[in-house]
């Protein structure tokens, strides 16, 4: 299937799903049905299969939001006033903070005044220690009864703000609970580390106990952030800094993850000599273990599904473009979970990935034809002493990475801008020479951190590999904090309307095929 082809199928997907949020499934198919007649009436008829397939995506798209959205008859929020205690297992790693507690409740029965019956649902438990209490150790998957009442999420009070009840609906999850005392919680069962997940959990806590082990506090805080694609671990200053510089990409889960963990091993499973037809299975359930590690975030879905059909596609042999597998993917992830539409991560991944396969290599065409396109491409041989020719080499190489990163940002500033400025409401002025300053150090601090697992257990190598890593992200934390500490690293600006942001695509687009066509490679 040709590129175009599937892309229009992919935005009549998301179309139907809009339209979905924005009218009933009813109006969503009266309004297939008046383009059906229309397209039958004006279209000619080798144009008629194509928009039939068009209205049909569309319809898909409603007919798949619709059913997401209907709750079930025996989710706990339908008995929320009458339930005093709820049983179930722990959905989610928890994320432990010093006062307290979150994490999603599986429940699998509540009591009401009638005694307990039979429920299904998730919960976002909120769990608070007192000053002299410490909190409980609870896993994925343990199983465990929770004497609170159960309450509704609360909407914003004011328009605009960001809704929390609306996130959660989004995951599924109708309700929350919160526990003060300690003693309302009780443990019936352990086995979380039984099953994949909960393995690969405990793994992500190894990980973590491995950084700290041999990096200072505050490095590792950011390494964990790096390799686990968490910002739960860094200080708040540290990460108003990251925010500030549009450099927060770099600790968020993201195909960026995927591609330098998929480059690590792919030069092990060449160095141990792995033959050629498994690593790409051995790569699939790389991938599938660090997923079910971070979390199913949009983000990190969309890289493991695009690796996925890319990994795939030369054993089935069959020809993968990055659009089409692009495309494909967001189809997939929106069948899975049509409410990631909305979702700010789900739309920042792919308007960014849009702009790396879509927006950066006409800029880069355009460069090519200025003196800055030229920078280290001198490939002439050098006279002399052969060390100085290799260091002007290297030079060169990092010259044409920074050159590469600097167009990299500008397309992904340009794609994203929009969207930061609707749900951030700011626009970064230093976002360029931040992510040039600390493209070439990303990798490092990556090796780094899921190298410390095993070197910490190793007399010397833990030594060398502490202090590469925090003198790595001393550097990168120094970079990003002076240019988040200007006075102008970030301007404030208002949610520009969904109008005004879709006719700035309009004209990007335009602007880029006219480009296209002008400067790009044919």
């Known amino acids: 299937m040709t590129e175009r082809r599937m892309a229009a199928i992919a935005i009549a997907f998301g179309a139907g799903i809009a339209a979905a949020d924005c009218a009933s499934f009813a109006c969503c198919v009266l309004l297939a049905g008046c383009l059906f007649v229309l397209a039958l009436t004006v279209a000619r008829s080798y144009q008629r299969p194509a928009i039939i397939i068009l209205i049909s995506a569309f319809v898909l798209g409603a007919a798949r939001y619709a059913v997401d959205q209907c709750v079930p008859a025996s989710d706990i929020s339908n008995f929320a006033r009458s339930v005093s205690a709820f049983e179930g297992r722990v959905a989610s790693d928890p994320q432990v903070e010093p006062d307290r507690m979150r994490f999603v409740f599986n429940v699998s029965r509540i009591k009401t005044a009638k005694g307990w019956r039979s429920a299904a649902g998730d919960v976002m438990l909120s769990v608070y220690a007192g000053d002299d209490e410490e909190l409980p150790k609870l896993s994925y998957r343990d199983r465990a009864r929770i004497t609170a009442s159960p309450y509704p999420p609360i909407d914003p009070t004011n328009p605009g703000q960001f809704s929390y009840k ?22 019936l069962n352990r086995d979380g580390w039984r099953s994949p997940v909960g393995a690969a959990l405990m793994l992500k806590r190894c990980f973590v106990s491995s950084i700290s082990r041999i990096h200072p506090r505050d490095e590792a805080s950011v390494i964990s952030g790096v390799v686990l694609g968490t910002y739960s671990y860094l200080p708040e200053d540290t990460l108003s800094d990251f925010t500030r510089t549009g450099t927060l990409h770099v600790l968020a889960a993201s195909g960026y993850n995927c591609f330098i963990m998929l480059w690590i ?44 059909l890319l990994l795939l596609a030369a054993p089935l042999k069959r020809v993968a473009t990055y659009k089409n597998v692009f495309y494909a993917s967001g189809i997939i992830l929106l069948a899975i979970t049509p409410s990631n539409l909305f979702d700010v991560g789900f739309q920042l991944s792919f308007a960014a990935v849009y702009a790396l396969i879509s927006v950066a290599p006409i800029l880069e065409a355009m460069l090519s034809r200025t003196a800055l396109g030229r920078i280290g491409s001198n490939r002439k041989k050098m006279r002399g002493n052969r060390h100085i020719a290799r260091i002007r080499a290297g030079m060169n190489r990092h010259a044409r990475e920074l050159v590469a990163v600097a167009v990299a940002t500008t397309a992904v500033t340009f794609v994203t801008g929009p969207i930061v400025a609707y749900h951030f409401n700011y626009i970064s002025l230093t976002a360029m020479p931040a992510n040039m300053a600390v493209a070439l150090l990303v990798p490092v601090i990556f090796a780094d ?61 335009a602007v880029m095929s006219y480009l296209r066509s002008k400067f790009a490679e044919r």
């Open 265 to 308: 091993a792919t030069f092990i499973f060449k160095c141990v000599r792995v033959v050629p037809k498994w690593r790409w299975i051995a790569a699939l359930l790389l991938i599938s273990l660090y997923v079910m590690m971070v979390g199913p975030m949009p983000s990190l879905v969309r890289a493991a599904i695009m690796s996925a």
């Open 166 to 187: 609306s996130y959660l609906a989004r995951r599924g999850i109708y309700t929350c609970a919160s526990v003060r005392d300690l003693s309302q919680i009780k443990v």
């Open 449 to 509: 951190g899921l190298a410390s697992i095993i070197t910490c257990h190793l007399p010397y190598a833990h030594l060398w590999m502490g202090i590469i890593g925090t003198w790595s992200t001393r550097a990168m934390v120094g970079a990003v904090h002076f240019f988040g500490s200007m006075s102008y690293s970030a301007v404030s600006v208002q949610s520009p309307p969904i109008l005004a942001i879709a006719g700035y695509y309009v004209v990007l687009y």
